[in-house]
């Protein structure tokens, strides 16, 4: 499987960004997509899942402010970010699961190279 991001970039504060994800290769074996950001020391963290069925969770820091979705049809995941505030800095990376529901990263099999987003204050 292979995953490849696009749509990072530098934003101001309050600003909006939508990252996108296209699969290819094995797709057949991937059931849940998702979205993980590292900042600069910090720990990987996912901060939006979506199962093949639609079913979505978000970590606390993205709730109300961020949207997953998915065009199965495309194989491709989506993140809309608004809002954007500049904690939000960091490096996204498209992962996807074999796994029906998974909700820690570490769940995940296969990455993309990431993209950076870059909120300005």
């Known amino acids: 499987v292979q995953l490849m991001e696009s749509g990072g970039g530098l934003v101001q504060a309050g600003g909006s960004l939508r990252l996108s994800c296209a699969a290819s290769?094995?797709?057949?074996?991937?059931?849940?997509m998702g979205w993980s950001r590292q900042a600069p020391g910090k720990q990987r963290e996912l901060v939006a899942a979506?199962?093949?069925?639609?079913?979505?969770h978000y970590a606390d820091s993205g709730k109300g402010r961020f949207t997953i979705s998915r065009d199965n049809a495309k194989n491709t995941v989506y993140l809309q970010m608004n809002s954007l505030k500049p904690e939000d800095t960091a490096v996204y990376y498209c992962a996807a699961s074999p796994r029906s529901d998974p909700r820690r990263f570490l769940e995940y099999d296969y990455w993309g190279q990431g993209t950076q987003v870059t909120v300005s204050s």
């Open positions: 290769g094995s797709i057949f074996s991937i059931n849940a």
């Open positions: 979506i199962t093949r069925g639609g079913r979505t």
